[in-house]
Each structure stands twice: as structure tokens, then as C-alpha cells.
């Protein structure tokens, strides 16, 4: 009897210990049930938006620096944790286009968007964001229209193109001293912009505007860009001042060469400061002055480690596009971790607080005369000097003193 009694006692004890053991693994399975999709939402990527526009010259160069970028933000952390993914799609820098690509973005889930390349297009684009309530930071369109709307979704890394000039207005004023200019431009915003200040100059300065010529770019051949240059070369002004992209620039560059006016040659950033414009300009383009956004010798933060290690991955010098989009993801990135939620209105505030270094240079979105959401920066001018370019204002950043070309006169 006291056998069967122990017998049943252990049953008892073995039956207990089961009883725990499928409670533990019952409750292991439920919390883990519980747990796991909360895992799985901590690790979605959060996706931002690129608008880019793949025929744009400085498509690749900006493509390649975006990916540079997120793959910096991502060993870092990534957004709190989860990764960055970035969804690209093609403007086409056409309007409609431009529009669809917000469509596109809000379909698929994208918090904001980086981008805009053409101008042409992006006033479009930006006021569809705003629209669609998408926060929308610019990183290269310069139309001066672009913020200075009342779209609170929109923000601008980049200069408005009226500030462009304002390095070149200085160097001019402190060392060339012209006496006359002739301006020529691509009839677009981004154009327009640019000969208009340059204009307002002069005349601020008293400085003769011998002549203004806008052109269609959609006609740029020999005959027309000739029939536009030729009347230059009877009574020469000091300086040549150009506003144009990398093919239409180069091809002026050259005619005016071949018609030997004598002058001095300055572009208005754009396709001037292309490392492809040194090769396709050649002999023409030696002593030329540009404006320009940015300069791999500038003393920001990280500007050095950005070139060099664009140059090892890529084989290629960057100019002031590419840093550009590689600083403008850093900050979407940053104002993303810094903001409450993704929701647009905690985006904006996080990018209204932006305030940091990039390779780009300082970036802090103020209000000043007609803008809002704009990012403000000094501008720098560049001369091609040995077929290279030389950094030759402001003086606390020049790698070498000005050259005025062989035979100038002013």
C-alpha cells in the first residue's frame, strides 16, 4: 500500500513538471508570436524619394553620390534603427512627369523626397509635395520662384539662382573692374534668373551692358549660335558673361573662340564647372572664369573625405552637383531621426531645425528677402588654368591667383 501511494505521488509530481513545461512553452510561443511582428516593423526601411531626371547631365554623378550617402547613413544606424532605402524616379524634366513622380511616392509609402534637378520642371514638382503634403528638399533647381512660394513642404539645399553670382559679383569688383559686359543665356528659369542679377549688377556697379542675348537651347547649331555671337565682335566688351549647361556652353565657348572676340569668358556655374567641359572645351576654354557652388578644396567638414572617396569608387571628379546630393541626403536623413514621427508635419518641423555641417557646406533653412525654406552659402569662382580647374575667390580658399588671358584688354 505505501508502495502504491509513493507511486502515485511521483505520477503526480511528473504530471505537475509537464504541466510547467507546457505552460513555459505556451507562453514562450505567445510572447514570441507578439514579439516578432513588432521586430518586423523596427527593421522596414524607411523610404525616401528621389527625383531625378536621367538624361540631366549631372544625373549620374548626383545618382552616385545619393548612394554614397546612404550607405554612410545605413552603417550608422540607418533612422533610429531601421534602415534607409531610397526609391528613385525620372522627372524627365518635363511638368507632367515631374508630378507623377510625387503620385509614385505617396503610393509606395515614401516619408519624404530629395531631388529636383531641372528647374523647368521643379516649381511644378514642388507645388504638386505641397499639394500632396510630401516634404520636398531640393538639392539643385535654382529658380528663385521655387521657395519663394507658400508651400511650407518645400525646402532648398542649393543657392536660388540670383544668389549665384554673388562670389563672381565680388571678384569682379576687386580685381577685374570691367568697364563692359555682354550677357548670354539659355531662355529657361534657371537661365533667367542667373542674367537677370548679373544685369542688376551692372547697373548697380555702372558697369555698360553691351549687349543681352537669351537663346532657345532647342536650337543650338552652328549657324544660330554664330547669328547670336557675331555682332559681339566689332566693339568687344571686358567680359562675356554665359549662363548655359555642359553641351550648349561648350559650343559658345568654341564659337566665340573661332571668332576671336577678344574678351574675357565667364560662366555662370551650370555645365562651366563639369570636369567633361575641360576636355570637350579644350584649348577654348583655358583662362575661363566660372561661378561655382562648391569647390573640393573648401575647408567644410567632410568636403575632403567626400571627394576622395568619390574619386577611389568612382574614377571621376565630382563638382558641386554631386556634393550637392550627397549632403542633401545627410540632411533629410538627419532631420528624419531627429523628428517625433514620419508624419509631414514632424518632418518639417525636424527640417526647420536643421542646423549642421555637410560637405556641402553650413545648411540652416532661413526666411530672407522673397524666400522662405532656403538654405543660404557664399559662392566661390573657379578659372581654368592648365586645363585645370584652380579655386581663385574668395582668397582664404584660392589654390592660385588669377590669369588674365593672353592679349586682353580692358
Given at each position: 500500500?505505501?508502495?502504491?501511494?509513493q507511486e502515485?505521488?511521483?505520477?503526480?509530481?511528473?504530471?505537475?513538471?509537464?504541466?510547467?513545461?507546457?505552460?513555459f512553452?505556451?507562453?514562450?510561443?505567445?510572447i514570441?508570436?507578439?514579439?516578432?511582428?513588432?521586430?518586423?516593423?523596427?527593421?522596414?526601411?524607411?523610404?525616401?524619394?528621389?527625383?531625378?531626371?536621367?538624361e540631366?547631365p549631372?544625373?549620374?554623378?548626383?545618382?552616385?553620390?545619393?548612394?554614397?550617402?546612404?550607405?554612410?547613413?545605413n552603417?550608422?544606424?540607418?533612422?533610429k534603427?531601421?534602415?534607409?532605402?531610397?526609391?528613385?524616379?525620372?522627372d524627365?524634366?518635363?511638368?507632367?512627369?515631374?508630378?507623377?513622380?510625387?503620385?509614385?511616392?505617396?503610393?509606395?509609402?515614401?516619408?519624404?523626397?530629395?531631388?529636383?534637378?531641372?528647374?523647368?520642371?521643379?516649381?511644378?514638382?514642388?507645388?504638386?509635395?505641397?499639394?500632396?503634403?510630401?516634404?520636398?528638399?531640393?538639392?539643385?533647381?535654382?529658380d528663385?520662384?521655387?521657395?519663394q512660394?507658400?508651400?511650407?513642404?518645400?525646402?532648398?539645399?542649393?543657392?536660388?539662382?540670383?544668389?549665384?553670382?554673388?562670389?563672381?559679383?565680388?571678384?569682379?569688383?576687386?580685381?577685374?573692374?570691367?568697364?563692359?559686359?555682354?550677357?548670354?543665356?539659355?531662355?529657361?528659369?534657371?537661365?533667367?534668373?542667373?542674367?537677370?542679377?548679373?544685369?542688376?549688377?551692372?547697373?548697380?556697379?555702372?558697369i555698360?551692358?553691351?549687349?543681352?542675348?537669351?537663346?532657345?537651347?532647342?536650337?543650338?547649331?552652328?549657324?544660330?549660335?554664330?547669328?547670336?555671337?557675331?555682332?559681339?565682335?566689332?566693339?568687344?566688351?571686358?567680359?562675356?558673361?554665359?549662363?548655359?549647361?555642359?553641351?550648349?556652353?561648350?559650343?559658345?565657348?568654341?564659337?566665340?573662340?573661332?571668332?576671336?572676340?577678344?574678351?574675357?569668358l565667364?560662366?555662370?556655374?551650370?555645365g562651366?564647372?563639369?570636369?567633361?567641359?575641360?576636355?570637350?572645351?579644350?584649348?577654348?576654354?583655358?583662362?575661363?572664369?566660372?561661378?561655382?557652388?562648391?569647390?573640393?578644396?573648401?575647408?567644410?567638414?567632410?568636403?575632403?573625405?567626400?571627394?576622395?572617396?568619390?574619386?577611389?569608387?568612382?574614377s571621376?571628379?565630382?563638382?558641386?552637383?554631386?556634393?550637392?546630393?550627397?549632403?542633401?541626403?545627410?540632411?533629410?536623413?538627419?532631420?528624419?531621426?531627429?523628428?517625433?514621427?514620419h508624419?509631414?508635419?514632424?518632418?518639417?518641423?525636424?527640417?526647420?531645425?536643421?542646423?549642421?555641417?555637410?560637405?556641402?557646406?553650413?545648411?540652416?533653412?532661413?526666411?530672407y528677402?522673397?524666400?522662405?525654406?532656403?538654405?543660404?552659402?557664399?559662392?566661390?569662382?573657379?578659372?581654368?588654368?592648365?586645363?585645370?580647374?584652380?579655386?581663385?575667390?574668395?582668397?582664404?580658399?584660392?589654390?592660385?591667383a588669377?590669369?588674365?588671358?593672353?592679349?586682353?584688354?580692358?
Amino acid at each position: 500500500m505505501p508502495d502504491e501511494i509513493q507511486e502515485k505521488a511521483s505520477e503526480g509530481k511528473k504530471m505537475k513538471y509537464r504541466l510547467i513545461f507546457f505552460c513555459f512553452i505556451f507562453l514562450f510561443t505567445v510572447i514570441g508570436g507578439i514579439m516578432l511582428p513588432a521586430q518586423g516593423i523596427a527593421s522596414e526601411p524607411v523610404v525616401i524619394g528621389i527625383s531625378q531626371w536621367k538624361e540631366f547631365p549631372y544625373a549620374d554623378m548626383m545618382k552616385n553620390s545619393f548612394e554614397m550617402a546612404l550607405e554612410e547613413i545605413n552603417k550608422g544606424g540607418g533612422i533610429k534603427g531601421r534602415p534607409l532605402k531610397l526609391m528613385y524616379a525620372d522627372d524627365q524634366g518635363q511638368r507632367g512627369a515631374g508630378e507623377k513622380t510625387l503620385r509614385e511616392f505617396r503610393k509606395n509609402g515614401t516619408v519624404m523626397a530629395v531631388g529636383g534637378y531641372s528647374s523647368n520642371n521643379t516649381i511644378y514638382t514642388a507645388r504638386a509635395a505641397d499639394k500632396a503634403d510630401i516634404p520636398f528638399l531640393i538639392c539643385t533647381a535654382a529658380d528663385d520662384r521655387i521657395t519663394q512660394r507658400k508651400w511650407e513642404n518645400v525646402f532648398r539645399l542649393n543657392p536660388p539662382a540670383s544668389d549665384y553670382t554673388k562670389g563672381l559679383e565680388d571678384f569682379f569688383l576687386s580685381k577685374v573692374k570691367p568697364r563692359s559686359l555682354a550677357i548670354i543665356y539659355e531662355n529657361s528659369p534657371y537661365g533667367t534668373g542667373s542674367a537677370l542679377r548679373m544685369m542688376w549688377f551692372c547697373r548697380e556697379q555702372g558697369i555698360e551692358i553691351r549687349k543681352i542675348i537669351p537663346y532657345h537651347k532647342e536650337r543650338m547649331v552652328s549657324s544660330y549660335l554664330e547669328k547670336l555671337v557675331e555682332p559681339l565682335k566689332a566693339n568687344p566688351p571686358d567680359v562675356i558673361y554665359m549662363v548655359s549647361y555642359l553641351r550648349d556652353g561648350v559650343e559658345l565657348v568654341k564659337k566665340i573662340r573661332n571668332l576671336k572676340i577678344n574678351t574675357l569668358l565667364c560662366g555662370g556655374a551650370g555645365g562651366f564647372t563639369h570636369q567633361k567641359f575641360l576636355a570637350a572645351a579644350g584649348e577654348a576654354g583655358e583662362n575661363l572664369l566660372t561661378a561655382t557652388l562648391w569647390f573640393h578644396e573648401l575647408k567644410y567638414p567632410g568636403t575632403k573625405e567626400y571627394y576622395e572617396q568619390y574619386v577611389k569608387t568612382h574614377s571621376a571628379v565630382p563638382d558641386y552637383h554631386g556634393a550637392e546630393a550627397y549632403s542633401a541626403l545627410l540632411v533629410a536623413a538627419d532631420a528624419l531621426g531627429r523628428a517625433k514621427s514620419h508624419s509631414p508635419g514632424d518632418i518639417r518641423a525636424a527640417l526647420r531645425d536643421t542646423d549642421m555641417n555637410t560637405p556641402f557646406g553650413p545648411v540652416k533653412f532661413a526666411s530672407y528677402k522673397k524666400f522662405s525654406r532656403q538654405n543660404r552659402l557664399p559662392t566661390a569662382v573657379l578659372q581654368i588654368i592648365n586645363g585645370k580647374f584652380e579655386s581663385i575667390w574668395p582668397g582664404e580658399m584660392a589654390t592660385s591667383a588669377f590669369v588674365a588671358p593672353s592679349g586682353w584688354r580692358r
